[in-house]
């Protein structure tokens, strides 16, 4: 695995040296921005801070960062997987249409907004703490799981979860009682089949952070999801 020091490495200079290279370690990162853009079938491991859109429209391979990211990470991905043994900012998954983002502790603003399935791509986001407000807004398809763990008393998420949520599901580990959701979902307590379906995706965040599944598998989840085909219908007159 090829070392890269981006200490004094301007964004650019960096991702010409990933592109030329095949699996990389990156030490010094410090808020470059676009690495692993439509990277495929390569690994990279980066100790540091990446900045905005870590691993842009990622079609294979994995990233693994051992720190904070910024915002948009895995913006449009359509496969691989991101993992991140810290927090990130805003809009993470943006659009993602597949592959795998792993989130030890929190994520800021709109995590999800915008995810969608296709064929047999289905996205899937695991964020260990809370996230901030518009959490999975307009989304689509996929999977986003919240684990609320180390939230210090604060909610799972902030405000305006699911806004315009038409596809896909949502998993709060919590009871939801302090949460308002939107007319357009429904909120109600995960059934066994439920959990079923995010088994194997809740043991890898343990593979990966080091949590205890069957802890958290034995906790209460929400699952949310939308319950028209038009969650807009109720904003507009009907003639």
């Known amino acids: 695995m090829k070392t890269i020091d981006a200490k004094n490495l301007e964004f650019s200079e960096l991702n010409a040296i990933i592109r030329e290279s095949g699996d990389c370690e990156i030490k010094n990162c410090l808020g470059q921005r676009f690495i692993a853009a ?8 980066i100790s540091g801070t990446p900045g ?17 990211a910024q915002d948009a990470v895995g913006d449009t991905m359509n496969a691989g997987k991101i993992i991140i043994h810290g927090s990130i900012g805003d809009a993470a998954g943006y659009a993602m249409r597949g592959g795998e983002i792993y989130v030890c502790t929190d994520a800021g603003y709109r995590a999800g907004i915008h995810m ?12 260990g703490g809370r996230t901030g407000s518009f959490l999975g807004e307009y989304q689509a398809g996929g999977i986003i799981i919240v684990l609320g763990l180390n939230t210090d008393g604060k909610p799972i998420v902030g405000n305006f979860p699911s806004t315009g949520m038409h596809g896909g599901k949502l998993f709060l580990r919590s009871d939801c009682k302090e949460i308002s959701f939107p007319k357009q979902v429904t909120a109600k307590p995960a059934e066994p089949e439920d959990l079923a379906e ?3 995706y809740v043991s890898e965040y343990c593979r990966l952070f080091g949590a205890d599944f069957k802890s958290l598998m034995a906790s209460d989840f929400t699952v949310v999801t939308p ?12 003639n």
């Open 227 to 238: 319950d028209s085909k038009n969650p807009y219908k109720q904003m507009y007159v009907q």
């Open 38 to 45: 439509g990277m495929s079938y390569r690994n990279l491991k």
């Open 52 to 68: 905005n859109a870590l691993g842009a429209y990622l079609n294979g391979g994995e990233i693994e960062v051992f720190g904070n």
């Open 198 to 200: 995010i088994e194997k």
């Open 116 to 127: 969608k399935a296709y064929k047999d791509k289905v996205p899937v986001m695991v964020i």
